[in-house]
């Protein structure tokens, strides 16, 4: 079955980029989002790209798409305390309805 | 003020017992989900429904039941039958297959 795949931890510095990737396998996905779980929280939307685009901005967020890879990336420039938390990969495919395929989450750690 | 609600936060039930838990939205979305979630891994879907009066099974329905007899309304049911039911369970909704919104989440801890 359909497969997303993220690295389960990352650590940087305050004031640093940080660069959350994921792979995934099915070549239908339409839509490919990043979700934001703080602890013992519900899941926050912060961004999603269509399958026809390759880049996406939105203020420090900049998700990249490499459709021939399969491959998505969330970067969050000047990274932030506050930006500690689960990141999640969902990918949206073609022929599932609604239905999302989550990766494990990548817990992102923030060190000042 | 709109959103999804999960109800309560915290639940605690001994084995054997079958346990409801909530979820309300007022987004007016057609559809609804429910998750569950363990540590060190992704979401599992569990049951959704994407239109009142009619549900279909995720990928680990087995122990739980779900109804959808009002738009606003989509409790799940965590059966005696489900064999690990502690976990972190999510609810969601969308409009249509747009995107997802969750609620805040109920922990479940079966003894």
């Known amino acids: 079955g359909e497969d997303v795949e993220q690295s389960l931890f990352l650590s940087v510095r305050e004031g640093d980029s940080s660069v959350i990737n994921c792979t995934y396998t099915?070549?239908?996905?339409?839509?490919l989002y990043w979700y934001k779980q703080e602890p013992g929280a519900g899941l926050q939307l912060l961004t999603y790209i269509f399958s026809n685009m390759d880049m996406k901005q939105d203020q420090r967020l900049t998700v990249l798409l490499n459709k021939k890879d399969k491959h998505l990336s969330l970067r969050i420039a000047d990274t932030q305390t506050g930006d500690s938390a689960i990141y999640f990969c969902?990918?949206?495919?073609?022929?599932?309805?609604?239905?999302?395929?989550f990766g494990q989450g990548t817990e992102l750690s923030v060190k000042p | 003020d709109g959103g999804i609600t999960q109800s309560p936060k915290y639940l605690f039930r001994k084995e054997g017992q079958n346990v409801t838990l909530s979820c309300e939205q007022n987004l007016n979305h057609d559809a609804m989900y429910w998750y569950r979630q363990d540590p060190g891994q992704g979401l599992r879907l569990i049951y959704y429904?994407?239109?009142?009066?009619?549900?279909q099974k995720g990928d680990i329905a087995e122990g739980y039941s779900v109804s959808r007899e009002k738009k606003e309304s989509f409790p799940l049911t965590v059966t005696s039958a489900q064999k690990n039911p502690t976990a972190f369970y999510l609810c969601a909704s969308s409009p249509g297959q747009g995107n997802q919104y969750f609620g805040p989440g109920t922990r479940l801890t079966v003894t």
């Open positions: 099915d070549s239908s996905s339409t839509y």
């Open positions: 969902a990918v949206k495919g073609g022929n599932q309805g609604g239905k999302l395929i």
């Open positions: 429904s994407q239109i009142v009066n009619d549900f």
